[in-house]
């Protein structure tokens, strides 16, 4: 079974511009959630689909949004990009929506790289 | 609101030593809690959760963890370290219940000595 993938695994733009990052969860799984990493502000969550519908957003500016698509898959857009959007993206799938379950797992991609200029 | 303390970011063990790293929740309400594991250049791997019942949650690669309500702990553990252990460790807090909305510490590095 292939794991989640996440494209492009680098990306460099500059100031202003905007960027849309990809996701393909693991087949089957209908929950995607997005994180960001950054060295100053550490792991915080951006925002979690299921069934092609956001439920849950972190506290971030409305110039980062999301979708996801009837197949799961999932991009996240970022408009008007600051310094400070520098930082490693991450996607992670599971199968139910919550992880009150036990048995359910969180299965992360690579993360993509994104270094604003 | 929720929070999470870990302490200690750097944490160094010999090869065959306990790996004990320490994380303290504040939740206002039952917390499902949950710590990753991130290795050099690669995303996130969860190592394990605990989320009702029994309090003490074992993982994968032989770690566990214990819930302790009357300390606010989530400590994790290992009996015995290997080379291949050395990574970074999150714990993380989650007052929904479910992946989303959950908050991260700050993380602590494990380095393993051989």
């Known amino acids: 079974k292939a794991g989640v993938t996440q494209t492009p695994r680098y990306l460099i733009k500059t100031r202003g511009q905007q960027v849309t990052l990809s996701c393909s969860p693991i087949?089957?799984?209908?929950?995607v959630s997005w994180y960001q990493q950054t060295p100053g502000q550490g792991l915080q969550f951006l925002f979690e689909?299921?069934?092609?519908?956001?439920?849950n957003k972190g506290n971030f500016p409305g110039r980062f949004s999301g979708r996801q698509f009837s197949n799961s898959r999932s991009e996240m857009n970022v408009s008007t990009l600051e310094l400070g959007d520098s930082a490693l993206y991450l996607c992670?799938?599971?199968?139910?929506?919550?992880?009150?379950?036990?048995?359910?797992?969180?299965?992360f991609g690579p993360g993509t790289r994104l270094t604003v200029l | 609101a929720q929070s999470v303390t870990q302490l200690g970011s750097h944490v160094s063990v010999s090869e065959g030593a306990l790996v004990l790293l320490r994380c303290n929740y504040s939740s206002s309400v039952p917390p499902y809690l949950f710590w990753y594991v991130q290795y050099p250049n690669q995303g996130l791997q969860l190592l394990l959760k605990y989320t009702t019942g029994a309090t003490l949650v074992k993982g994968i690669n032989g770690f566990e963890a214990e819930f302790k309500k009357s300390e606010t702990s989530f400590h994790l553990t290992k009996p015995s370290a290997h080379m291949s252990d050395a990574a970074e460790y999150f714990c993380a807090v989650s007052a929904s219940g479910g992946y989303q909305k959950v908050t991260f510490g700050t993380g602590t590095k494990l380095q393993v000595i051989p």
């Open positions: 087949s089957g799984h209908r929950s």
């Open positions: 689909y299921f069934s092609e519908t956001q439920r």
């Open positions: 992670a799938s599971s199968s139910l929506q919550t992880g009150r379950s036990s048995t359910d797992t969180q299965y």
